[in-house]
C-alpha cells in the first residue's frame, strides 16, 4: 500500500467508519463483511484491516466516535445547568440533535434493532458500551441532586427514582421514533412527556 498522509489515513478511516454504519444500519452487525465495507467505498479489503483488526474493533471505534461526536454537538455542560428551565431546554436540546441528524438515528436503529449482542461482542467491547450506557443516568443524578440543593425541585424528591423514571422515558420515546413504532414529533413528544414526570415534583415560583 503506498505510503500516505496522516490526513489521508484519517481520511480514509472515516470513511471505513461511514461505510460500517450505513452497512450494519441496512443489514446488521453479524451480515456485514469488511469486504462490502471495502466495496461501497471502492477500497480492498485489506484497506480496511489496515486500519481496523476485526469487527469488534470497528464498533468500538464506531461507537466512540459517535458518541463523542454527540458530545462535542452538546451545547450545555452539566456545571451549566441551574434551573428548572436549564435543564428542560437541555433536554429538549438533546431531542432537536437527534431528530436533525440523520447518522445518528441510524446508529440508534443499529444499535437497538440491528446489533446482535453475543456475549463475547459485549465482552470485547464492554467499556464504550458501559460508558455510553452508564453516562446519562450519571449526568441526570448530578443535574437532579443539583435541581434540589437550588431548591428547584421537591426536597422530597426520590433523585435516584426520579433518574431512572426520566432515563426510561427517554429510551422509550427515543427507540420509538428510530424504529418508526408511531408517527410523532420527537421534540415535541419528549417534551411533554418530560413535563409530565417533572411536574410532579418541580418547585412553583412565587
Not at 443516568?137 to 435541581?147: A, G, N, W
Request: hydrophobic residues 40%; contains cysteine.
Amino acid at each position: 500500500m503506498p505510503r500516505r498522509t496522516k490526513e489521508e489515513a484519517e481520511q480514509t478511516k472515516e470513511a471505513v467508519l461511514t461505510s460500517a454504519l450505513d452497512l450494519f444500519y441496512e443489514k446488521g452487525y453479524s451480515r456485514t463483511t469488511f469486504e462490502e465495507i471495502a466495496k461501497r467505498i471502492n477500497l480492498t479489503k485489506g484497506a480496511v484491516y489496515w486500519h481496523f483488526r476485526n469487527k469488534a474493533d470497528l464498533l468500538a471505534e464506531l461507537m466512540n466516535k459517535i458518541f463523542n461526536d454527540k458530545q462535542n454537538r452538546i451545547a450545555y455542560s452539566t456545571d451549566s445547568i441551574k434551573t428548572f428551565e436549564d435543564f428542560r431546554n437541555s433536554v429538549i436540546a438533546d431531542a432537536e440533535i437527534i431528530q436533525n441528524d440523520r447518522e445518528y438515528c441510524k446508529f440508534l436503529f443499529f444499535i437497538i434493532y440491528q446489533m446482535e449482542w453475543s456475549e463475547a461482542i459485549i465482552n470485547k467491547i464492554s467499556d464504550q458500551i458501559r460508558e455510553i450506557k452508564d453516562f446519562p443516568l450519571y449526568q441526570l443524578k448530578e443535574i437532579l441532586t443539583l435541581l434540589q440543593k437550588n431548591g428547584e425541585i421537591s426536597p422530597n424528591a426520590d433523585i435516584f427514582e426520579t433518574a431512572i423514571v426520566l432515563m426510561c422515558m427517554w429510551r422509550g420515546v427515543v427507540n420509538a421514533y428510530v424504529g418508526k413504532t408511531y408517527p410523532m414529533n420527537l421534540v415535541q413528544t419528549i417534551t411533554k412527556s418530560f413535563d409530565l414526570i417533572m411536574d410532579g415534583i418541580k418547585v412553583e415560583k412565587k
